[in-house]
């Protein structure tokens, strides 16, 4: 798998209100992936992208004014990726 789309397009699920999966931008897919999947599908995407790069994008979007990240998922990516990386 070498793009993180991919990870959506098998689990439309995870985007279940979103027409089209293959538009979403990367820091959309990481979004939903961190709200609404699993511990394999976070791993899948930091394999992808990396873990700083991963990381990146997550505090990115915390910098938004608006982002749909669950409060506890917030919470807790954010101590992940600043102990992680």
Do not use: C
């Not at 931008?25 to 899948?44: P, R």
């Not at 990146?56 to 990240?69: A, E, G, I, Q, S």
């Amino acid at each position: 798998m070498k793009n993180v789309n991919q990870i959506i397009i098998k689990k439309p699920h995870l985007a279940w209100y979103v027409k089209d999966v293959k538009k979403l931008s990367e820091e959309s897919v990481l979004e939903h992936i961190l709200n609404y999947g699993d511990w394999e599908d976070v791993q899948k995407f930091i394999k992808i992208k990396g873990k700083k790069e991963t990381a990146t994008l997550f505090f990115k979007t915390l910098k938004n004014k608006r982002n749909n990240y669950l409060p506890a998922i917030k919470s807790y990516f954010s101590r992940y990726f600043k102990e992680n990386v």
